[in-house]
């Protein structure tokens, strides 16, 4: 059974922070390269960071310098501490693989979690 349970949003000021932490099933996450996706509304579900199985980040130009992207095989699980956050940041965050996990050919997703970023 697919698990990607997302947690850890909620609501902060802009220059806080947040850790968002993903629970992933142990077959899709030894195998995969793991990212962190947010939606906004109107706007397409964009990557955000990810991490190959050999620990090696990507973070689009927006975060850079103020998001981490980690996993713990330990645990399979997908973290994501946000710094410095912006009001930008705002959306629902989604962990998934790359590319999405596949069930019956449709792509699968958690229920993400929410990042509000106002003051």
């Known amino acids: 059974q697919v698990q990607l349970v997302e947690s850890g949003g909620g609501l902060v000021q802009p220059g806080g922070s947040l850790r968002l932490s993903c629970a992933v099933s142990?077959?899709?996450?030894?195998?995969?390269?793991m990212a962190w996706y947010r939606q906004v509304p109107l706007k397409a579900r964009e990557m955000v960071a990810r991490?190959?199985?050999?620990?090696?980040?990507y973070y689009v130009d927006s975060v850079k310098g103020r998001f981490t992207i980690s996993r713990d095989a330990a645990k399979s699980s997908v973290d994501l501490q946000m710094n410095n956050l912006k009001t930008e940041d705002t959306g629902v965050y989604f962990c998934?693989?790359?590319?999405?996990?596949?069930?019956?050919?449709?792509?699968?997703w958690g229920k993400g979690t929410q990042v509000t970023v106002s003051s």
């Open positions: 991490i190959t199985t050999g620990a090696i980040r």
């Open positions: 998934n693989t790359v590319p999405a996990v596949l069930i019956a050919s449709r792509e699968y």
């Open positions: 142990d077959d899709i996450f030894r195998t995969s390269t």
